[in-house]
């Protein structure tokens, strides 16, 4: 006979037919402790853990002790300290003066070094009497070869202070820069995320790096990740680590008056994926292993009653700006606020990590064939980190929503679906209708087809997403190979 466990007992996380059996047979329902079956319809959600009630998890978990547990009983959250204001890039010079900086780096890539939010940091060091050099070299989606070589430009700088300026390319290409920079004797792979890399946690001292981004983006200056494309694997890993956050992130919202539509565009899904995989991640109570030492504990910890707060607020303000912002080059508003949303979702999703749509988006980049992405001046082919995210977020949230249905439909709610009359059930196929419409509105490409895939690299953008166990395991409900396949399948076409 099958064992019955109840709530406490069950690492399954069970759905609530169980429930309903055993209200029908009334029977002891956990064959562990004897436990007492729940009394009433009231007590019965208070104790289930179930998919259906789990947002009840949302307070704070009953206390727990960490003595021969198998999953995380604690989360912690890290963020850079963040300033926020129109035009005040200018006070960067001045901090560094503070921070008593001799003799700086500067990054950033070649397209933005000849644009005004390079020249404000500049001119800023200048007044201040700063000595500065500028390695405006980072490739748009960094590779290990991108990075060793603005990692080669530190090490031989032997700088006191670091200052990066771009959106998530150039901010995580000096991060790693810093890092490597700081502990000279490491050789790459030590820090790269298991189990490409050895994933070593980071214990040397690192330098200050303040970090201002120019897109509305990646939150990539609230976090303590660093991303590239690892070219011998085809796909995109990274370094992940509380220690190589910024130490401020200046956020300057006249930046992004100079965006392009698609820069905008592409980097707001970013905003979006984040806010939508932390909230649904898998919760920071489920994760194992437990850390032994709270320096195991990882940077993405699963979803949190903290992160909650700043995805779903990061959520609203991509429901109502975002399209504003990608049609108006000069709508102040929309753009400032996707600005600030894109640190808010930072700030979730750095703590509570991503999942899905993020683990197979890097071999969607990793593998890129031929494409070019509109409004992208460089002269290699890329798919943009928020595209590729953002294609097979309809047929991920299908999938997902069968736990935690709630929040998929309270997420669909925001991004404008009417759920007066909605079924629980239908959660996932609602976010994804809503989310198709969002992106058909906003004329996203119709799919992985057509940014160049087909049926026959299934196998090999399945391949590419194993490995990103790091942000798979935190998908609600773990996937096999049969079922990441069907998840690209289905994101071939969109409409
Ligand atoms: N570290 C993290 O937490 C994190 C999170 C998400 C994504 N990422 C990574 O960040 C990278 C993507 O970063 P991104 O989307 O911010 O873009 P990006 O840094 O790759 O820049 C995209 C393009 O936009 C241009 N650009 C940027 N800001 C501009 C502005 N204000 N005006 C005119 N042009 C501008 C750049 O020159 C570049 O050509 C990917 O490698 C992705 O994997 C990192
Ligand atoms: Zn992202």
Known sequence: MERLLCAEHCTKRLECTIWQQIETTNGPHCSVMGHTPPQNEKQMIERCQCPTHSHTYSQAPEIASSIGRTTDYAFEMAVSNIRYGAGVTKEVGMDLQNMGARNVCVMTDENLSQLPPVETVL??????????????????????????EAIEFAKNGAFDAYVAVGGGSSIDTCKASNLYASSPDSDFLDYVNAPIGKGKPVTVPLKPLIAIPTTAGTGSETTGVAIFDYEHLKVKTGIASRAIKPTLGIIDPLHTLHMPARVVANSGFDVLCHALESYTALPYHMRSPCPSNPINRPAYQGSNPISDVWAIHALRIVAKYLKRAVRSPDDFKARSNMHLASAFAGIGFGNAGVHLCHGMSYPISGLVKTYKAKDYNVDHSLVPHGLSVVLTSPAVFTFTAQMYPERHLQAAEILGADIRTARIKDAGLILADTLRKFLFDLNVDDGLAAIGYSKADIPALVKGTLPQERVTKLAPRPQSEEELSALFEASMKLY
């Open 123 to 148: 001119d800023s060091l200048t007044k201040n009497g700063i000595n500065f050099k500028v390695y405006n070299n980072v490739r748009v989606e960094p590779t290990d070869a991108s990075f060793m």
